[in-house]
């Protein structure tokens, strides 16, 4: 089987958070970023050296191979000499925006210098799927410092994955939206990074009190299930009102994870019901995830804002 060069990012739709309290999730590809394995370039961007920075990692992969309870097997010897030879990660997506920048690079080694791999089949198995989840959080934790492996499991897969629980998986088809009536799912780029770990020990902490645990319980995971319900049948009818008591509800529990210069915007967004922003991931920066019957109306709503679109409807 010939080697994929380009490893495209990915997007968490939905489950940032309510995953962490049983709900299920949904994380797709997105191929408008990506990244590749390239020999004798030039750093990139703010002067990045991403060949110093491959050796580390490598030193950290020739160490985790040689454990016993890793279930992976990694070439690291042929990789070593690779990055002796100048070998660079050349890649377009932002660090710091939770849109699987890591992710990317974990799934071009995998694909590249794992031994006896898992391959890219049209039906993984839920055992092949949960493995090879391990396996890559296992290689991506030395980046984060603990990593679910859902992140580089997408950018390796290229395909959307459900989260059904901690050891169930799903590969599913992206939906086709009924009809095309101007509406779209779009980025917008809030033009900062975020933090993701103080945001999540914030969401831990807050799980403490009775009151707020119960609220996610008991609102946000069902409401979570159905978006993600009515985004996998297309039906954009039963989608927007639901993203938008979604995007009330991040506004009103969970206001740290929402940048102060995008809280106008968010709060216009429903107040108007031209568009609705959602978080990306652990939020504080980024990307939001914004959802409009409506594209080109909400251009210069949000001119203040770089914004991409993900899919249309």
């Keep these: 089987m010939p080697q994929r060069e380009n490893f495209y990012s990915k997007i968490l739709l939905f489950g940032e958070y309510a995953l962490m309290a049983g709900s299920p999730a949904l994380s797709i590809p997105y191929n408008s970023l990506h990244g590749a394995f390239a020999f004798g370039k030039p750093n990139g961007l703010s002067g990045f050296d991403s060949n110093s920075h491959l050796k580390k990692y490598a030193g950290y992969l020739h160490e985790l191979s040689r454990k016993a309870d890793f279930k992976g097997k990694l070439n690291t010897a042929e990789l070593e000499k690779d990055i002796a030879g100048g070998l660079v990660f050349e890649s377009n997506i932002p660090l710091g925006y939770g849109l699987g920048s890591s992710g990317s690079l974990v799934a071009a080694v995998y694909e590249r210098y794992g031994m006896n791999k898992i391959q890219v089949e049209a039906a993984l198995s839920n055992d092949k799927l949960v493995a090879l989840k391990q396996i890559m959080a296992a290689m991506e934790s030395w980046f984060h410092g603990k990593s679910s492996g859902l992140d580089p499991l997408i950018c390796y897969l290229q395909k959307a994955v459900m989260v059904k629980g901690e050891n169930k998986l799903e590969v599913v088809d992206l939906p086709q939206f009924k009809s095309n009536t101007g509406g779209a799912m779009f980025l917008l780029d809030t033009g900062t990074t975020g933090e993701t770990q103080p945001l999540v020990n914030y969401f831990v902490n807050q799980c403490e009190k009775a009151d707020f645990l119960d609220k996610i319980k008991s609102e946000l995971v069902p409401l979570n299930e159905q978006c993600i319900r009515a985004y996998l049948s297309g039906d954009t009818e039963v989608l927007f009102p639901c993203v938008e008591k979604l995007s009330a509800f991040t506004r009103q529990y969970f206001q740290p ?57």
């Excluded at 709060?267 to 990307?287: I, Q």
């Design 257 to 313: 994870m929402i940048p102060e210069k995008v809280l106008p915007v968010w709060e216009k967004g429903w107040e108007t019901g031209k568009y609705f922003l959602k978080l990306c991931g652990s939020g504080g920066g980024g990307m939001m995830l914004g959802f409009t019957p409506d594209f080109e109306q909400i251009k210069s709503i949000l001119k203040a804002f770089p914004i991409k679109i993900v899919q249309q409807f």
